[in-house]
């Protein structure tokens, strides 16, 4: 008997640090960084640091769930796999094959989720599947594919030490991706600039040389100024722009109608400090944009990052070391769910699944037909639950957290004949299954995930799931051969090696290659060193386009009956909807309870104190929390982080989407806050 | 020196002196990882590079055997103080703990800026010349100087922390259950930047004479502090005032736990505690 350390990837956010887990007898004791992880290099945060500590928590799910009435009785493996195959398939035998959904996830490993896709399209021939990266960066996929021709993050991390400098949008990277700011300060050390923009004073913003507050939901027009600043200036990279991008005039007739005064009025910015920040990034020989959320989650979101896009080409600060665009992804795997085709539109590898030719390889390779129409994103499954959905299988999400206006979202799930849901615990989502499938951790499986910047990276397994519960790989499986599928893999690595073949961007991966520092892709053979930039020689789509973003303000504006913005996002001690972080008493005890951030001149017009219990309403719904007084929100607006299940944020966001992208605007909308009364009652 | 270490841990595996020891393997792939060797044909996995502490990894590890369970820790000079600091109190079992200790080389003692860069009880390999780390041009722009402009420096850095606690979760005699840091009453919880004069001092004086310079804590750093820095005027203090070095003398207590009349030079009842390195008239 002795302990073993465990060489594992962090589950929390697509930083993608290095973990080792120490093992004794089975549990898992403690967590140690990597020092041998080229991402973290020996470091981590709070998060990775007690990653152990949900592991063991009492309330993990040991057997699988039937609902009876309204409680849920275990049940044997056996009935539950055929229970849920006899439903699913039923279900879409007697309402057709769009009438059955799958979200999948992107805190389940590559395997899993190409497992997961190619069940729902093989299974039930329908396109229906989709995951939460419709809720962050599906803007970035849409927007980048316009004008790069590839979704996902340009260069390296540790291409950021490098930068001159950085322009934060959107981001509080200093919270969200900790142990990438490393890389950042490395930068400023050897004398880099850094600004960030963000209607916020984050974390990340104390740091920075200047913080640009902008008016919620204003980013085009700002960018739209720095661009034109540049371009009225002769500051733009002539050469870059004729030699590897088209379309310049479109854009610069777009730049007409923004005059820098006009952007100034618009963001609330000095127009002075947009003419220096732009010609500072303009400037600088390598110039990096980070972004988050702050940029995606807008009713025009993918409008933003086109905007992005537009001013990095237009600086031709893409396609080098130490540049580029930097979208920061959320979750340990959003990268990978995306790259295996976890999405409703697009087969693994971003291959479209109305292309005729694309359809035929994979009807060949899958031995099976599929269908060409695409299906429905997240947002739609869920308003369409119960109409057009009438059974879905959710694996590790939580949509009544994590989508908006989740009263709706809880109201639609009910509607449904028929709900699986494939978790860890039993989380506020699971609650509404007809059937719980209990999975498995990121310490209980074998597999991959990818991180933000295209780095695919290996999970051992360091334990066994708790009680009967199973790896998601073997759920998958078993499920699969139910609905009569051929999912006889041995192994996590035949897949891998069955998608490799599908995709000619990760053919040159496989498990043994992936030991010791993973890869990044494109890395078409088994020689391949993987690729550190993308879009060196040329772009992905040949030449970079520049579009005209198109600003289409903030869909609900403060009036006065809801008079404030609000804002939602994460905070550093917490992840989502802290089904994991929540249960990891380190990490709770940092942040124990539900608040909202209010500026001291808004509280004392309300006469709110610290601490004191608020009710926030908005047109959707209503959540009772508590007062955090401070100055880093702007006047007008209070920040909500929408972990918290006893006060869920997303009660109160407004679900109008992005027509382009189909991501809901969670950065804005407008609430109403007042002191939560309380009435006597008798106990 | 890597046959010399492990033959000798070979050797203690086979003559049953020892139950497992503690070091890096290079496995699959030449991963390097810290290791619990058993068996002694596993040995010739075992290698010393790169630098990656163990002491807290052994006490751990102790920690969860049962009583007559014995470890080697292949260690270096840092990993041997540290180890020596625990034992002070009583963290882990002199006796259920055996050091196999090796000597730095030059480039390695050079980048950890260490004065001491081998063990007392050195197994294999050579002492080479330690580094005084008050020499190094970075030390010095926060050591030494205009307090204000030292302040506005270290300020500069503290803001940068993202209270990932790695500084104290590495830090090889942050041992304290409950932790002073997990204390509301000195640290604001759920706030970050962590507070300077709370967490980072706070963390820094309760190490002021346990500190052994290991650099656990900076190279745990996501964001790069340099942390050790922080504890080097300390460090100095001790040395000067008392002739103290943490992790040397197993048997000599901490001056900060006797009382001033025996302890300082003679004719002089206070240390003058100082902020800098300076020599103060």
Redesign the interface.
């Known amino acids: 008997m002795k302990p073993e350390f465990i060489r594992t990837i962090c589950p929390y956010c697509g930083t993608g640090c290095g973990l080792i887990l120490k093992v004794e007898e089975g549990r898992a004791t403690a967590t140690y960084p990597d020092r041998e992880n080229p991402v973290n290099r020996g470091s981590l945060c709070v998060k990775g640091w007690f990653a152990h500590e949900f592991v063991h928590h009492p309330e993990r799910l040991t057997a699988p769930l039937l609902r009876k009435g309204d409680r849920f009785e275990a049940i044997s493996w056996e009935e539950a796999i055929d229970l849920a195959a006899q439903k699913l398939s039923e279900t879409a035998g007697e309402y057709g094959p769009d009438s059955v959904g799958g979200l999948s996830s992107a805190k389940c490993t590559n395997e899993e989720n190409y497992l997961f896709q190619k069940l729902i399209r093989a299974a039930f021939k329908t396109n229906n599947v989709d995951h939460c990266a419709r809720l962050c960066h599906a803007a970035t996929t849409v927007g980048m594919l316009q004008t790069l021709g590839s979704g996902a993050m340009t260069n390296s991390i540790s291409d950021l030490a490098g930068a001159d400098c950085i322009v934060f949008v959107g981001s509080n990277a200093a919270e969200t991706h900790p142990v990438l700011m490393g890389e950042v300060y490395k930068a400023l050390d050897r004398g880099a600039k850094m600004f960030v923009i963000d209607p916020r004073e984050t974390a990340v913003a104390r740091n920075a040389h200047r913080l640009l507050r902008l008016n919620p939901g204003t980013d085009i027009p700002l960018l739209a100024g720095m661009m034109r600043h540049i371009s009225d200036k002769g500051l733009h990279n002539v050469g870059f722009i004729e030699k590897r991008t088209e379309n310049f005039e479109n854009l610069k007739t777009f730049l007409e109608a923004w005059p820098v005064e006009k952007a100034a009025k618009e963001t609330g910015i000095d127009e002075s400090v947009i003419r220096a920040v732009a010609e500072t990034y303009a400037k600088a020989k390598n110039a990096a944009i980070v972004y988050c959320m702050g940029i995606t989650q807008h009713a025009c979101g993918a409008a933003n990052v086109i905007a992005i896009c537009d001013l990095a080409m237009l600086c031709g600060h893409v396609g080098k070391h130490f540049s580029g665009i930097y979208p920061l992804r959320g979750q340990n795997n959003v990268q990978g769910a995306c790259d295996m085709g976890a999405l409703p539109d697009l087969y693994p590898g971003y291959q479209g699944v109305s292309d005729p030719a694309v359809r035929e390889k994979f009807q060949k390779a899958w031995k099976t037909d599929l269908s060409d129409k695409p299906g429905l994103t997240v947002t739609e499954l869920i308003n369409t639950a119960g109409k057009d959905i009438r059974a879905l299988y959710i694996m590790a999400e939580n949509p009544c957290l994590s989508d908006p206006d989740v009263n709706h979202v809880m109201e639609a799930l009910q509607r449904l004949d028929f709900l699986v849901v494939q978790d860890i615990f039993l989380t506020e989502t699971a609650r509404f299954a007809h059937l719980v499938l209990p999975g498995a951790c990121f310490a209980e499986k074998t597999g991959t995930y990818t991180n933000t910047e295209r780095r695919f990276q290996l999970l051992h397994k360091a334990i066994d799931p708790p009680g009967a519960a199973k790896g998601d790989f073997e759920i998958l499986c078993l499920l699969g051969k139910a609905l009569g599928l051929a999912f006889d893999y041995p192994s996590p690595a035949d897949v891998m090696s069955e998608y490799a073949h599908l995709v000619p961007a990760y053919a040159g991966v496989s498990f043994d290659r992936l030991e010791r520092v993973g890869l990044q892709w494109p890395c078409p053979d088994e020689n391949h060193p993987g690729t550190r930039f993308l879009h060196g020689e040329k772009f992905t789509r040949g030449l970079g386009r520049f579009v005209i973003p198109d600003y289409r303000p903030p869909a609900e504006k403060p009036d006065s009956e809801y008079p404030y913005y609000l804002n939602t996002g994460r905070v550093f001690a917490h992840y989502h909807t802290g089904t994991m972080s929540r249960r990891s008493p380190f990490l709770n005890r940092e942040i124990e309870w539900a608040y909202v951030e209010i500026h001291p001149a808004d509280a004392a017009a309300l006469g709110i104190r610290e601490g004191e219990r608020i009710r926030v309403s908005s047109r959707r719904g209503s959540i009772v929390t508590t007062a955090k007084i401070t100055d880093r929100v702007a006047k007008g607006s209070i920040f909500a982080p929408f972990h918290f299940t006893e006060a869920r944020a997303n009660r109160l966001t407004n679900p109008v989407l992005d027509p382009a992208c189909k991501t809901p605007e969670y950065k804005v909308c407008a609430v109403s806050v007042e002191k939560e009364r309380y009435e006597a009652t008798a106990r | 020196m890597l046959e010399q270490v492990r033959q000798r841990a070979r050797e203690l595996l086979e003559r049953k002196q020892a ?2 020891v503690l070091a890096l393997k290079k496995g ?9 060797f ?1 068996a002694p044909a596993e040995i010739d996995k075992l290698v010393l590079e ?1 630098k ?1 502490l163990l002491a807290k ?1 052994a006490r ?2 102790l920690l ?1 055997r049962p009583q007559p369970w014995r470890l080697v820790v292949v260690m270096r000079g840092c990993d041997e103080r540290a180890v020596v600091e625990l034992v002070k109190r009583n963290q882990v079992d002199r006796e259920r703990l055996l050091t196999l200790g090796y000597a730095c080389d030059s480039a390695q003692a050079k980048a950890c800026l260490c004065n001491r860069p081998y063990p007392q009880k050195l197994d294999a390999g050579s002492a080479v010349e330690g580094v005084d780390p008050l020499t190094d041009e970075r030390v010095k722009s926060y050591l030494e100087g205009d307090a204000r402009t030292r302040m506005e420096k270290w300020a ?1 850095q503290l ?2 922390c ?5 500084c104290r ?2 830090c090889p005699i942050c041992v304290c259950v409950p932790c002073k840091l ?1 204390d509301e009453v000195w640290v604001e ?2 706030v ?2 962590a507070e300077m004069t709370t967490f980072h001092l706070i963390r820094a004086f309760h190490l002021s004479d346990t500190c052994v310079a290991c650099g656990a804590c900076q ?6 502090i340099p942390l050790m820095t922080l504890q080097l005027s300390m460090r100095e203090a001790l040395k000067r005032d008392y002739n103290y070095e943490a992790g040397i003398d197993a048997d000599r207590k901490s001056p900060v736990l006797s009382d001033f009349i025996k302890e300082p030079r003679p004719g002089q009842d206070m240390p003058d505690w100082v902020d800098s390195t300076e020599k103060k008239p």
């Open positions: 139950d497992g699959y792939w030449d991963v390097i990882q810290p290791h619990v058993t790169p990656w990894m751990a590890v969860e500069e803001r940068r993202i209270k990932c606690y790695g979760n590495s997990e919880r759920g970050v930047p190279e745990a750093c996501p964001v790069g």
